[in-house]
Nanobody, 127 residues
Framework: DVQLQASGGGLVQPGGSLRLSCAASGFAFDDWTIGWFRQAPGKEREGVSCISRSGGRRFYTNSVKGRFTISRDNTKNTVYLQMYSLKPEDTAVYYC????????????????????WGQGTLVTVSS
């Protein structure tokens, strides 16, 4: 049974940090690109970041560059999203997703390229 389990969300004050985890099971994890997406209330889903199979390529949406870092540990079948300097506009449900394609700059954030999705974890940035 293919599963992606996102965790690590919570309530944090502006300027704070969180680390999200995406644990995978039921498939060959290191054969898949993993992406993080988020959806804020009343807004469309957007791609936040993704990491290639080996971790050699990483992409970020402009609004999180310099604040978020994506990494993966293929020995633990887990991808991490370390988030620093959080802002209220980062408030959203964060989802991880898996794609069997290789990410490129122009399309990594297209949600329809991802075949498997986790259930989401809520991040709330508020004072």
């Amino acid at each position: 049974d293919v599963q992606l389990q996102a965790s690590g969300g919570g309530l944090v004050q502006p300027g704070g940090s969180l680390r999200l985890s995406c644990a995978a099971s039921g498939f060959a994890f290191d054969d898949w690109t993993i992406g993080w997406f988020r959806q804020a209330p009343g807004k469309e889903r957007e791609g936040v970041s993704c990491i290639s199979r080996s971790g050699g390529r990483r992409f970020y949406t402009n609004s999180v560059k310099g604040r978020f870092t994506i990494s993966r540990d293929n020995t633990k079948n887990t991808v991490y999203l370390q988030m620093y300097s959080l802002k209220p506009e980062d408030t959203a449900v964060y989802y991880c997703a898996a794609s069997d394609g290789s990410p490129i700059l122009s399309t990594w954030h297209w949600g329809h390229l991802y075949d498997r999705w986790g259930q989401g974890t809520l991040v709330t940035v508020s004072s």
